[in-house]
């Protein structure tokens, strides 16, 4: 797999640390809970103001929509880009939720397993309710032919740009995990996406610690060689970040 965020990787820095003067606020799997997202800003808001000199990012781990109610308002909020006028910068990763969202679009036969995991809430919520056709593939047609109508351009434009990782000094933020074993820039997109046992067991030195959301723990899940994030939003209440600066690493939680 290329893509251009591999090109700008080089060798990892201070595994575990966070680049000089940087504070790194990292956002796990939102899930259509709009309501979560904007309390959570506040909080980083309030957070960040006690250091205005420091660079500030905010690095969203993928899965913004499916299963919550307002899928569409999560993805208004961070194209809108609220933080920004307090300095932050913002990086927005593909989770495999976009990923099926998208493969919907391009082809209306993923429609049904879209929607096993989650996908009609976003239906709904751009406004697509279920329309009939003369047989199942019309029927997916149509659905499909509603949510390209449905989606402003920007949000389009949006689920296109989200990338599939991002690194910043010792740290690699991911939607699901790598593949123990490969190099990063021979890692499948899938693996980066998808998957969990073969990436949640190893205790292998990824040479980053790899921060992730996807597989969902009551707590954040700390190890040596990896942090997960994804505390359940959508149905728990709890949408989690993960601040990190230097070496130093905490909680901020709705």
């Not at 309501?35 to 990012?57: C, N, T, V």
């Not at 690095?59 to 299963?67: A, K, M, N, P, S």
């Not at 989770?95 to 009609?120: C, K, Q, T």
Request: net charge negative.
């Amino acid at each position: 797999m290329t893509a251009s965020w591999f090109n700008r990787i080089g060798l990892p820095k201070e595994r575990g640390f966070a680049p000089e003067a940087t504070r790194i606020y990292a956002i796990g799997d939102i899930h259509g809970r709009a309501d979560l997202l904007r309390e959570l800003h506040s909080k980083i808001r309030a957070d960040a103001d006690g250091q205005p000199l420091y660079r500030k990012i905010i690095v969203y781990l993928g899965d913004f929509v499916d299963r919550g109610k307002d899928s569409k308002e999560v993805v208004d909020i961070l194209i809108d880009e609220p933080l920004a006028d307090a300095g932050f910068e913002t990086k927005c990763l593909l989770g495999n939720h976009e990923r099926s969202m998208l493969n919907f679009l391009e082809d209306p036969m993923a429609g049904p397993n879209w929607v096993i995991y989650g996908g009609e809430a976003t239906l709904l919520s751009y406004g697509v309710g279920h329309p009939r056709g003369n047989g199942m593939d019309d029927r997916w047609t149509l659905i499909r032919d509603r949510l390209f109508d449905g989606i402003p351009i920007d949000h389009l434009g949006f689920f296109k740009s989200l990338e599939p990782g991002h690194i910043e000094g010792g740290y690699l933020f991911v939607h699901a995990g790598i593949r123990p074993g490969v190099p990063l820039e021979k890692q499948d997109l899938r693996d980066m996406l998808w998957i969990r046992d073969d990436f949640l067991m190893s205790k292998a030195d990824h040479g980053f610690c790899v921060v992730h959301g996807h597989t969902v723990s009551t707590e954040p899940d700390f190890h040596p060689n990896r942090i997960g994030i994804d505390t359940g939003a959508y149905s728990s209440g709890k949408l989690t970040c993960l601040v990190l600066e230097g070496q130093a690493r905490r909680i901020l939680q709705t």
